[in-house]
């Protein structure tokens, strides 16, 4: 198309051929081609999506969670993007994207959730997850874990109070390491039966989240992928499929792959093929497959 710009200088007939041969988007009108509106908007549309994908590949990591974090807080949207920065990166890449955060908006990250989160009942929470730098090693204490998923099971039970605001919820899911998560969710389920997202109400979404982005983080993603590619997704919901598929191309895509084929039992670049258009679409399927 580039090069198509400087061979056809001065060739009015050429465009014209060009307009008559691509009737989706032009349409005779009276004397003219005319370009038709919805075509224009959908096109702009794939152009930005495309856009903001390569904007959001070529950066930092992060710079890259900085600026969706401050995106997130300050546009008034559900706090989903800073709960997965807090819970799916490394420690080292959390504070990298807090450092990042100061230097390009002469805040911390923590007192930005503090503020725009603090009529919200889940605002210890979030902060303590955007703050936290977490043990990486592989050590569990099982009895330990064992007394805190009793804990979080008495925490859940309470009907006077929100468990998004209990003390020992928080500590826990603002503290623990992730392996020391998981084992505790382990053991959630055998003492309560069930999955501890299971027992989370309608109110508690925050928490369900977090669970998932710490615990099951390739669930979590395959799942924020089908919400995006289902037919009337939302804005904010397609804008999920270049996140996603940029944040987490080099991270554990194939086991995201893989569990969005458990779960809905259909391959994920199937799915992005049938939905995305255009140079979108390929630098998708190019994140998400790789060639594969």
């Given at each position: 198309?580039?090069?198509?710009?400087?061979?056809?200088?001065k060739?009015?007939?050429?465009?014209?051929g060009?307009?008559?041969?691509?009737r989706?988007?032009?349409?005779?009108?009276?004397?003219?081609?005319?370009?038709?509106?919805?075509?224009?908007?959908?096109?702009?549309?794939?152009?930005?999506?495309?856009?903001?994908?390569?904007?959001?590949?070529?950066?930092?990591p992060?710079?890259?969670?900085?600026?969706?974090?401050?995106?997130?807080?300050?546009?008034?949207?559900?706090?989903?993007?800073?709960?997965?920065?807090?819970?799916?990166?490394s420690?080292?890449?959390?504070?990298g994207?807090r450092?990042?955060?100061?230097?390009?908006?002469?805040?911390?990250?923590?007192?930005?959730?503090?503020?725009h989160?603090?009529?919200?009942?889940?605002?210890?929470?979030?902060?303590?997850l955007?703050?936290?730098?977490?043990?990486?090693?592989?050590?569990?204490?099982?009895?330990?874990?064992?007394?805190?998923?009793?804990?979080?099971?008495?925490?859940?039970?309470?009907?006077?109070?929100a468990?998004?605001?209990?003390?020992?919820v928080?500590?826990?899911?603002?503290?623990?390491?992730?392996?020391?998560?998981v084992e505790?969710?382990?053991?959630?389920k055998?003492?309560?039966?069930?999955?501890?997202?299971?027992?989370?109400?309608?109110?508690e979404?925050?928490?369900?989240?977090?669970?998932?982005?710490?615990?099951?983080?390739e669930?979590y993603?395959?799942?924020v992928?089908?919400?995006?590619?289902?037919?009337?997704?939302?804005?904010?919901?397609?804008?999920?499929?270049?996140?996603?598929a940029?944040?987490?191309?080099?991270?554990?895509?194939?086991?995201?792959r893989?569990?969005?084929?458990?779960?809905?039992?259909?391959?994920?670049?199937?799915?992005?093929?049938?939905?995305?258009?255009?140079?979108?679409?390929?630098?998708?399927?190019?994140?998400?497959?790789?060639?594969k």
């Open positions: 198309m580039v090069s198509t710009l400087a061979q056809w200088r060739q009015p007939e050429k465009r014209s060009f307009r008559k041969s691509f989706g988007l032009f349409k005779e009108h009276g004397v003219i081609e005319r370009c038709e509106d919805e075509y224009m908007l959908h096109l702009a549309a794939e152009f930005s999506r495309f856009k903001n994908l390569m904007v959001l590949w070529a950066m930092h992060w710079e890259r969670d900085a600026r969706l974090a401050h995106h997130v807080l300050h546009q008034a949207h559900p706090p989903a993007i800073a709960v997965e920065i807090a819970c799916t990166r420690a080292e890449d959390l504070l994207a450092k990042a955060y100061q230097a390009l908006f002469h805040h911390s990250l923590e007192e930005d959730v503090a503020f989160a603090k009529d919200k009942p889940y605002c210890s929470l979030l902060v303590g955007v703050s936290a730098y977490r043990y990486e090693g592989p050590k569990v204490n099982e009895d330990t874990a064992k007394a805190e998923a009793k804990a979080l099971g008495a925490a859940l039970k309470k009907k006077e109070a468990a998004v605001e209990n003390g020992e928080v500590r826990i899911l603002t503290t623990r390491s992730k392996p020391h998560l505790t969710f382990k053991h959630y055998e003492l309560h039966g069930k999955h501890i997202h299971e027992d989370l109400g309608s109110e979404t925050l928490i369900r989240e977090a669970v998932q982005c710490l615990a099951a983080p669930m993603f395959s799942q992928m089908e919400a995006a590619l289902r037919e009337g997704a939302d804005h904010h919901g397609k804008e999920a499929l270049a996140r996603v940029v944040t987490r191309s080099d991270v554990d895509m194939d086991g995201i893989a569990a969005y084929q458990e779960q809905f039992g259909a391959r994920l670049e199937d799915a992005v093929a049938a939905c995305a258009h255009g140079h979108f679409k390929d630098a998708l399927l190019s994140l998400i497959a790789g060639g």
